[in-house]
T-cell receptor, first 113, second 109 residues
Framework: NAGVTQTPKFRILKIGQSMTLQCAQDMNHNYMYWYRQDPGMGLKLIYYSVGAGITDKGEVPNGYNVSRSTTEDFPLRLELAAPSQTSVYFC????????????FGQGTRLTVV | DAKTTQPNSMESNEEEPVHLPCNHSTISGTDYIHWYRQLPSQGPEYVIHGLTSNVNNRMASLAIAEDRKSSTLILHRATLRDAAVYYCILSIRDDKIIFGKGTRLHILP
């Protein structure tokens, strides 16, 4: 009964370091999303994917990259970490996008120092 | 993109009904209205969604105005566990789910 699994739960990065936030879902959902949430704010869409091999930019894509080689996994890559990327990152999936329920992971709390 | 407007915060007494309003005057004919909520330190969770007709599920009811320019999420009997930020979202034709600022709901014991 895993749903959407994000790893790691917490991470501290130094400025300029790189890392990959992992997201996996076991519900065979086609649609997957990455969001960031700054303290006291709402969620901002970073990237999304409507199926394996297809990705598109959201509201705030700069500084991030994604890939979708399988239905199950949707990793988010930070190449050169900056303090402005300190945030909580949420991954989500849904069967078909618009008209269905989206399921969210528990989040990855990232601090860049 | 069609936008939603919600009050920043609301209060309600425990065990009483709660009506959370949302305005979406620029909604298009194919936009679904979704509600999600986010409990403290958790990811958002789905509450309900609808297109034109009112909808009920085990968590809540969604009342949609006839002109679809507004909707109301109804929690029939609020508990302390319902304290959360509630987001009203319009699904967009290109499949993006865009969140607004939401309404922070406080439940008074």
């Amino acid at each position: 009964n895993a749903g959407v699994t994000q790893t790691p739960k917490f991470r501290i990065l130094k400025i300029g370091q790189s890392m990959t936030l992992q997201c996996a879902q076991d519900m065979n959902h086609n649609y997957m999303y990455w969001y960031r949430q700054d303290p006291g704010m709402g969620l901002k869409l970073i990237y999304y994917s409507v199926g394996a091999g297809i990705t598109d930019k959201g509201e705030v894509p700069n500084g991030y990259n994604v890939s979708r080689s399988t239905t199950e996994d949707f990793p988010l890559r930070l190449e050169l970490a900056a303090p402005s990327q300190t945030s909580v990152y949420f991954c989500a999936s849904s069967p078909t996008g618009m008209n269905t329920e989206a399921f969210f992971g528990q989040g990855t709390r990232l601090t860049v120092v | 993109d069609a936008k939603t407007t919600q009050p920043n915060s609301m209060e309600s007494n425990e065990e009483e009904p709660v009506h959370l309003p949302c305005n979406h005057s620029t909604i298009s004919g194919t936009d679904y209205i979704h509600w999600y909520r986010q409990l403290p330190s958790q990811g958002p969770e789905y509450v309900i969604h609808g297109l034109t007709s009112n909808v009920n599920n085990r968590m809540a009811s969604l009342a949609i105005a006839e002109d679809r320019k507004s909707s109301t999420l109804i929690l029939h009997r609020a508990t302390l566990r319902d304290a959360a930020v509630y987001y009203c979202i319009l699904s967009i034709r290109d499949d993006k789910i865009i969140f607004g600022k939401g309404t922070r709901l406080h439940i008074l014991p």
